[in-house]
Every structure is written in C-alpha cells, then in structure tokens.
C-alpha cells in the first residue's frame, strides 16, 4: 500500500494471516447466543464440501445454543443452587458444562469422521474461548 | 510446562494456583467483609444473648443463616471469573487484522487510525461491534473491556470497588443476591438491634441506661441503618435493570433508552419483567472460559486433536504436545515465532507459520512460505536471535522432523 508519509514505526509491520488455518467467526445475527458462522471459509474451498462443512458447523451450534437456552431442568438447577448458598456448583456440574463437553466430544468424532481424511483439524471452539472455530489445514 | 493462570496477562489477580480471580486492589472489598462480618459478630454475640432468651432461639440462627448466605454471595461475586473473555491468540488476531482496513495517511498527512468497527443487526437493530486491539477479539454485543482489569468481560455490568471484582454475566447473580440478602439482613439486624435496645430499656426503665449497657447494639444499629441507604438503594436500581434485561453499562450509555431514540430496541428482553428476572437470576451458567487450571500448549499453536484412544481432545492434546511457550508479556506485533513441530504419533503435524514483513518488501516471500524472516525498520535483515526466553520444545519423540530456522525478535 502506497502512502505519502512513512507511517509512525509501530506500524511498519504489515501483519499476514497464518497460511495454515481457517478460522470461522461467532454469527451474531441472532443476538449473544453461542451460534458460529456457517459460512465456508476461503481457505477450506476445495478441501471440503460446502455442505458437509454447513452441516457440521450447523450441529455444534445445536448444542451451543441448547447450552443457553433456559429450560425447566436449567431452572431447578439453578434455584437449588442459590438455596444452598451455591456451595452446590462446588461438586456438581452445570448444564451448560455437560453441553461443552458434549462439544468436545462432538469435535473429536468429527475430526476422526470428517476433518482428518481430508488433512484437516478442527480445534474445540472451548480452547479458544468461544470466539472462533480454529481448522488448522494439515498439509498445503 | 506452566499452567494458563501462570501467563494470564491481565492486570487481575490470580488466587489459589488458578482456582479464583479477582481485581488487584482488594482493599475496599476488605471494608465491606469487616463491616459485615463485625457488624454480624457483635450482633450475634452480644444483642442475640437477650432475645434469644426473651424472644426465641431462631432469632439468632436466622441471623447466623442470613450472614452465611450473604457472605457465600460476597465471595462467589468477587472471587469468581466476572465473564472474562479470553485473548485471542496470534494467529486469530493476524487473521482480524489483515481484514481491517489499515491505518492510513492521507493527502493532508493526517494520520487515520485502523477502522475497527463492524456492524451487525441482531432482530432488527443494529449494533456495532468493537475490535478489542487489547484483547485481539471482536467484543460481542453487550461485552466490555473493563480499564481496571484490562479484560474484555462478557455483558459487562460494572467494575465494583465494593466487592473488588468486575460485574458480569457470570458473577452478576451473585451480586444480585448479595445486594437483595444483604438488605434483608441489614434491615433484620436493625430491627432486632432496636428490639433489644427496648427490651432491655423496658428491663432497667431507662433508654440511656441500656444504651450503655449495650454500646454494641448502638454501633451494630447505626452501621445497619448507613447500609441500608445505599444497599437497598443500589438492591432496587438492579431489580429495575434486571426487569428490563439491561445491565449498568447499557443503562448509562443510553443503548435502549427508547424515550430518546424509539428505535432502539432492546432484542434481549423477552418481554415479561418476570421472565428476565427469571433468566438473569436462574438461567444457564456459563462456565469460565479461562480454564486457568490447564496447561498452557502455546500461543494458539495448536496439536492436532486426532487422537487414536478417543479420550477428551484437551487433555490428549496436552499430553501430546511439543510445547512452544512463550512469555506472556510479549507483544504480538514485535514477536514472530515459527515451529514446525512434528510428533510421531497418530498426532497431526502443526504449522504455526506468521509472516511479518516490513512495508517496503512485496507480500510474497521466497521460500516454502515456513521460514519467517525479519527484518528492521530500514530494510536489513535481523539476525536471528531467540529471545524471550521460554521456547522450549520439549517431550520431543525420537523421529520428529528437525525444527525448521527460528528467527525471533522482541
């Protein structure tokens, strides 16, 4: 990029994007639900199919948002909790945790279904905070 | 290989080898927790002795029951992760930033910092959504970067002084409790304390006498009654906030005001006072998402999570890594780090290549695009020196590949 002044030194760097991964953003289209952009990142055209990737990307959002969702169960968990002064979150494991796991779980199936015949590695969503999905391409 | 509370690099405080959070200045959290828990002895020892006699013994293990639960809400809102969001590692914030448009000069040698504004229309309503170049994130709707604590926190409510803790999505319950029971308690400290004063002035005929009978009560009456301006005060702001599903730092920027501005809807209330109190108080709880007991495998160098023995991808992960670690004050845009890691196990082989180039050198570099070359301000190549300490690459298997040159500078 051109510019008529050299710009001041702390942004003499121009920044490139690591060549080996794809990273597919948080959608907040529907509000602050836990929902990922379904759409095919550029790096993964022709690595995967369009579909297969929507699809994938489609479940783990179900259980995310099935994670945030107030049911009657998430309720009931809740009020015990507050009535025993939630020393109760000390030994058990809240429903959005169990959720997060099930993600996990669905994660590594898919790497070992979907992802790892085609070069591919999806990192768990939990790893990066819940910001992006990391898929690290294996081999150029 | 150090744990992920060990290179937090925010400025809150880290306790217990990871177990709690909090913000570095305790100081006025430790006025509060005096306050209470001397306020609750004397009452419970001195005034308690009288009533429990004349009235009932409950009176006392209401009072005891009512400081446990206030106490246990105290301590889960300032020892607890607020909702911090994690930093983005290097590579998600090389990612971001190249899509950013630049920062520019521009004919009248006017510097223009980078755009870092995106909008998004969540029901309707558009909201603008921040890139965080602190956090290397974009904020989501209803999070904020919180100065004193120098994190982006997850429907950031406020920094409380009080309770020496940010207020957010996952302590905001607990603040809530703590103010409500704290305000039922202050009240019942009162009226006992007042109680007793009467009993014993009705035993002895004479108020003063049995004021200074019980200096105690006096004392436990008067820090009740200044509390109970500003507990309750505060207690009925936030009922009102919650109602609305609105929380501080919405509410003093005016984001949903819709006197104002009629079009600025509130897409998270459902409508119902009831039904907001309802999921701000009992809904899900999300976990902290710093998982500062784990280990920490690299800045977002990441292991394959193929594992051939099905166990949890983390922990395979973590077992199988070639660490690369890096010391956590470094920051990105002096740092350039290239590993290429290779384990002979069924797990994947990881390129954690970032490329930094300076202004003046065409985008594509020689080579197999796995070597980082750095070079100074005016052109020259650096000389590769590993510095920063901690590169250590460890648990090596015998048939890995040799790690390619790593030229790094900070």
């Known amino acids: 990029m051109s510019s008529s002044k050299p710009l001041p030194n702390s942004y003499s760097a121009t920044i490139l994007p690591p060549a080996n991964k794809a990273f597919v953003p948080r959608d907040y289209s529907h509000g602050t639900e836990l929902r990922f952009s379904t759409e095919l990142p550029a790096k993964l055209q022709g690595r995967i199919p369009e579909e297969v990737f929507t699809a994938v990307i489609g479940n783990i959002n179900q259980l995310l948002i099935a994670a945030e969702t107030g049911s009657a169960s998430v309720y009931l968990e809740s009020c015990f909790a507050c009535l025993t002064g939630y020393l109760a979150y000390l030994c058990m494991e809240t429903q959005y945790e169990k959720c997060l796991r099930s993600v996990s779980r669905l994660v590594e199936e898919y790497n070992r279904t979907v992802f790892g015949p085609r070069n591919l590695s999806m990192i768990d969503p939990s790893e990066r905070g819940l910001r992006v999905i990391e898929i690290v391409l294996l081999r150029p | 290989m150090p744990k992920r509370w060990e290179v937090y690099p925010g400025k809150s405080q880290v306790l217990f080898s990871g177990r709690c959070i909090s913000a570095k200045n305790l100081s006025v959290f430790y006025l509060t927790l005096a306050l ?19 009235l009932s013994p409950s009176v006392p293990v209401l009072a005891a029951v009512q400081f446990i639960f206030v106490l246990c809400c105290l301590l889960r809102t300032t020892f607890s992760d607020p909702g911090i969001i994690p930093r983005g590692t290097p590579d998600e914030a090389a990612w971001i930033e190249s899509q950013l448009e630049g920062p520019q000069v521009d004919r009248d040698g006017n510097y223009r910092p980078p755009v870092r504004l995106k909008d998004v229309q969540i029901s309707g309503r558009v909201f603008k959504l921040k890139y965080c170049f602190t956090c290397k994130l974009w904020r989501p709707p209803r999070a904020s970067h919180c100065s004193t604590c120098d994190n982006c926190v997850d429907r950031f409510d406020h920094h409380c002084p009080w309770v020496g803790n940010c207020v957010g999505r996952r302590n905001y319950r607990y603040f809530y409790l703590f103010l409500i029971s704290l305000s039922v308690y202050c009240l019942y400290v009162m009226v006992f304390g007042i109680v007793n004063l009467v009993l014993l002035s009705n035993m002895r005929k004479d108020f003063l006498m049995a004021m200074k009978e019980s200096p105690t009560s006096v004392l436990t009456i008067l820090v009740a009654f200044f509390s109970i301006w500003s507990v309750v005060g505060l207690g009925g702001f936030h009922t009102m906030l919650i109602c609305r599903e609105t929380s501080t730092n919405e509410d003093i920027k005016g984001s949903f005001n819709q006197r104002r501005h009629p079009d600025l809807i509130n897409p998270f209330d ?12 009992f809904g899900p709880v999300t976990p902290s998402l710093l998982n500062f ?118």
Do not use: M, W
């Open chain 2, 36 to 54: 209470i828990v001397i306020s609750s002895c004397l009452f419970l020892a001195f005034d308690c002795r009288l009533l429990a006699v004349t």
């Open chain 2, 270 to 281: 459902q409508g119902n006072g009831l039904a907001n109190c309802c999921y701000v108080l």
């Open chain 2, 293 to 410: 007991r784990e280990d920490e495998i690299g800045l977002g160098s990441s292991i394959s999570l193929v594992t051939n023995n099905g166990r949890n991808g983390t922990a395979s992960a973590a077992a199988a890594s070639t660490a690369v670690t890096a010391t956590p004050a470094v920051r990105y845009s002096n740092l350039t780090r290239n590993n290429n890691d290779a384990t002979s196990n069924s797990v994947g082989h990881v390129n954690n290549s970032v490329q930094v180039i300076s202004e003046s050198l065409p985008a594509q570099l020689p080579g197999d695009g796995n070597d980082v070359i750095v070079k100074n301000g005016n052109g020259t190549p650096a000389d590769g020196v590993i510095s920063g300490g901690t590169d250590t690459v460890g648990a090596q298997n015998s048939n890995t590949q040799s790690a390619s040159s790593v030229h790094c500078i900070v």
